[in-house]
């Protein structure tokens, strides 16, 4: 699987690029949001890619992140959402806000995506909120932005096997406590209240990776009732 490419822009859609990759044309599809945010015809770029396969089609879908593709690939996971439905949700929302709506059960903002209706943003949310702490630690351990070639470097097709896991799971402990702060404070916690969390939960497990301490913190921030 193609997961990852690196060329210069020929040619911009309102919904897709061509990149050429060393005299090959690459369409890859992206979100409202990375369409804004690439440069412009005739420059370089980078995007890591999903590539979607059926029988009467075969579609490259391009993100800036990591953190990005990993929840295109699980919001696709949900029944009735596809890959046009979750381009849909990553453009309105964003990576970040895809992570915030879902932990915090807010299914009105991921109906806010142009063509999702009420039921399919609660199964989004109630199936993907067991995941969401987990691709959370990887935005906030800094899933680093795809590098476009310098120069004369050689554009790039890179292979990937499968799915990134999320890099803080082996971070160590101060790293992990400082992740799962960050990455509260992006669900708009006070940091005061999410310190106290994150303090209560690594307490309780010393050993705990980012994506298990925010877990366990958003469990202890959750309303009582």
Not at 32 to 55: C, I, S
Not at 68 to 78: D, F, G, N, Y
């Amino acid at each position: 699987m193609i997961g990852r490419l690196a060329g210069r822009i020929d040619y911009r859609a309102t919904d897709h690029v061509l990149i050429d990759v060393k005299g090959v044309g690459y369409l890859v599809y992206c979100s409202d949001r990375t369409m804004q945010a690439l440069p412009g015809v005739g420059e370089h770029v980078a995007l890591y890619t999903d590539l979607l396969v059926r029988e009467d089609l075969l579609q490259l879908y391009g993100f800036t992140t990591l953190a990005e593709k990993e929840w295109h690939r699980l919001l696709m996971s949900v029944q009735g959402v596809g890959a046009k439905a979750s381009l849909a949700i990553l453009g309105t929302l964003g990576p970040d806000g895809v992570g915030r709506a879902i932990a915090l059960g807010d299914w009105n903002a991921v109906k806010a995506a142009k063509g999702i209706g009420p039921k399919t943003a609660q199964r989004v949310v109630n199936e993907l909120k067991d995941k969401a702490p987990e691709v959370m630690a990887m935005g906030a351990a800094g899933s680093a932005p795809a590098q476009a070639p310098v120069g004369e470097v050689e554009d790039v097709i890179e292979p990937v096997a499968a799915p990134v896991p999320a890099p803080a799971a082996t971070a160590p402990k101060g790293q992990a406590q400082a992740e799962a702060l960050s990455a509260l404070g992006n669900l708009g916690y006070a940091p005061g209240e999410a310190a106290g969390a994150v303090a209560q939960a690594a307490g309780d497990a010393p050993e705990a990776s980012t994506a298990e301490l925010i877990r366990a913190a958003l469990k202890l921030l959750a309303p009582k009732g």
